[in-house]
């Protein structure tokens, strides 16, 4: 059973890089979430998707910040012009469309903004 | 709007001693409500959720919740902490906000377990 995975686990960028993370989700889970983890913190929601359609996305942090599901199965996370308060772990999360609301998590990616 | 407040950031208790996590929660609607997991460098872990079944909540590894709606609680408990119990545990609701049924959690409650 393959379970939410994530890639890169780590990237290091500097300040006003582009950097894009992935997420394949449980394959037969049609929602899918991103949430922001800094430290000491709780997550916290980022955006949402059902398929491949994006239905939350107020959110996102900033206009630097876009996420994409083009298919319906990965989900990618793209961050522009990065800044130091970047830094943080990105989790990724899915779901089955029915049923319970729990949320099967990635192991997460890492990024530290130099 | 939903919310959770875990009343503890760190909680340290000696091997073979209960546990008890606090977490009190507000919601508009009838919520779920989960305890996660995270231990150092790993993915968080579900260890148990409510539903609006049983008020009292089995999960894994020996954990329990009690869901009491007139106090807004749902407490975490352990008869008896093992060492592998340090980590990081975070109690969550979901509900209906905005239809996504997304997580919000809580700031999260550091175990320690002495030996």
């Known amino acids: 059973d393959t379970g939410v995975s994530q890639d890169p686990r780590h990237k290091i960028t500097k300040r006003g890089q582009n950097v894009t993370f992935r997420c394949d989700p449980i394959?037969?889970?049609?929602?899918l979430y991103w949430y922001r983890q800094t430290l000491g913190q709780g997550p916290e929601f980022l955006t949402y998707?059902?398929?491949?359609?994006?239905?939350?996305k107020s959110r996102l942090l900033s206009d630097r910040f876009s996420a994409e599901r083009p298919k319906g199965s990965f989900s990618t996370l793209e961050i522009q012009r990065t800044e130091q308060g970047d830094s943080a772990m990105y989790l990724c999360?899915?779901?089955?469309?029915?049923?319970?609301?729990?949320?099967?998590f990635g192991p997460g990616t890492r990024l530290t903004v130099t | 709007a939903q919310s959770v407040t875990q009343l503890d950031s760190h909680v340290s208790v000696s091997e073979g001693t209960p546990v008890l996590l606090r977490c009190n929660y507000s919601?508009?609607?009838?919520?779920?409500l989960f305890w996660y997991v995270q231990h150092p460098n790993k993915g968080l872990q579900l260890l148990l959720k409510?539903?609006?079944?049983?008020?009292l909540v089995k999960g894994i590894n020996g954990f329990e919740a009690e869901f009491k709606k007139s106090e807004t609680s749902f407490h975490l408990t352990k008869p008896s902490a093992h060492m592998s119990d340090a980590a990081e545990y975070f109690c969550?609701?979901?509900?209906?906000?905005?239809?996504?049924?997304?997580?919000?959690f809580g700031k999260g409650t550091k175990l320690s377990v002495i030996p």
């Open positions: 999360a899915s779901r089955p469309g029915t049923g319970t609301y729990e949320q099967y």
């Open positions: 394959s037969e889970h049609n929602r």
């Open positions: 998707f059902q398929n491949e359609a994006q239905l939350e």
């Open positions: 919601s508009s609607y009838s919520p779920s």
């Open positions: 409510y539903t609006s079944a049983a008020t």
């Open positions: 969550v609701v979901s509900g209906p906000g905005a239809g996504s049924y997304q997580l919000t």
